[in-house]
Structures are given as C-alpha cells and as structure tokens.
Nanobody, 124 residues
Framework: QVQLVESGGGLVQAGGSLKLSCAAS????????MGWFRQAPGKEREFVAA????????VYTDSAKGRFTISRDNAKNTVYLQMNSLKSEDTAVYYC?????????????????WGQGTQVTVSS
C-alpha cells in the first residue's frame, strides 16, 4: 500500500509559478506510475499529467503542455509538478495518485492510491 501526501499549494497571482510535491510512504513508489489530477469546484476530477516509473516518459493534458512539468525523484520517493504561467482556470485542488501498472493512464479510476489534495488558487 502507498500513502501519498501532497504539499506546495497556495495562493499565487496569474502568471506566477508553484511547485507541488507528493511524498510517498513506501519504496513501492519506485514501482508505481504516478499521476497528478485536479478538481475545481463543481467539476469532475481531471487528469493533468503522468510519469513512468523511471521518469523517462511523461504525458500531459493539452492545457498543461508547455506550462507544467511532472518529474520524480525515486531516491526521495517524491513526485513533483512544476506549474508555470498559471491562469485563473488552474484553480483547483490538486491530487497525486499512484498505480501499479506500467502504462501511463489518464482516467482517475485506473489509479489505486490517492493523496488528500492540496489547494491551488490563482488570482487574476
């Protein structure tokens, strides 16, 4: 079982940057593909980015491409989401998630473990 704890959220002005972190509790992290999702008020949880076990392969939703970067440090059992050029529409609770499969997936129900979320608010 993998326990995940996100941090790094906060309030930022439009155009600013934030770096989210997600720390995993066990070494099972290194055998997990990791994803970031977000959920805005009144909306469904949506995929943001995912990264392979070794950190070589990444995938992003279209709105995140060119602005967000997902990365991981397996020595620290941590996955990151660097967010630049933030927009008001990026405001949401951001969640990290883990799955044991090899393939990068965009559907929330394909992830087995979830963190509690961290709030990101972008003011315009």
């Amino acid at each position: 079982q993998v326990q995940l704890v996100e941090s790094g959220g906060g309030l930022v002005q439009a155009g600013g940057s934030l770096k989210l972190s997600c720390a995993a509790s066990t070494r099972a992290f290194t055998s997990s593909t990791m994803g970031w999702f977000r959920q805005a008020p009144g909306k469904e949880r949506e995929f943001v980015a995912a990264i392979s076990r070794g950190g070589i392969t990444t995938v992003y939703t279209d709105s995140a491409k060119g602005r967000f970067t997902i990365s991981r440090d397996n020595a620290k059992n941590t996955v990151y989401l660097q967010m630049n050029s933030l927009k008001s529409e990026d405001t949401a609770v951001y969640y990290c998630a883990a799955r044991s499969g090899l393939r990068l997936r965009r559907l929330a129900n394909e992830y087995e473990y979830w963190g509690q979320g961290t709030q990101v608010t972008v003011s315009s």
